[in-house]
């Protein structure tokens, strides 16, 4: 069965740093876009993070450029979300998925919830 399992989420201070993984069985994301989006309490679904696992392009949302990096490890089995100088308006539950907002997504994961508070 493919799944796509996220981890990596938890409580952190503000400012602080959180390393999110996504990592795929039955599926790999070696030709394919990756994305991560998120879920903030009360709120729909928000696009955070797009790569290219061929082109190796990324591209960030505004709110998160500067702070949040995404990349695959070498065999691009598993996907990352490198967070720092984390906010309280970050707190949501993050997905990952195979695919993009534009051209649709094949697979989701079931989410880490992140949590930034004091």
């Known amino acids: 069965e493919v799944q796509l399992v996220e981890s990596g989420g938890g409580l952190v201070q503000p400012g602080g740093s959180l390393r999110l993984s996504c990592v795929a069985s039955?599926?790999?994301?070696?030709?394919?876009?990756v994305s991560w989006v998120r879920q903030a309490p009360g709120k729909g679904l928000e696009w955070v993070s797009t790569?290219?696992?061929?082109?190796?392009?990324?591209f960030y949302q505004d709110s998160v450029k500067g702070r949040f990096t995404i990349f695959t490890d070498n065999t691009q089995s598993t996907l990352y979300l490198q967070m720092n100088s984390l906010k309280s308006e970050d707190t949501a539950v993050y997905y990952c998925?195979?695919?993009?907002?534009?051209?649709?997504?094949?697979?989701w994961g079931q989410g880490t919830q992140v949590t930034v508070s004091s």
């Open positions: 790569m290219g696992t061929v082109s190796l392009n990324t």
């Open positions: 039955g599926v790999t994301f070696s030709d394919s876009a």
């Open positions: 998925g195979k695919g993009t907002d534009t051209w649709g997504y094949d697979y």
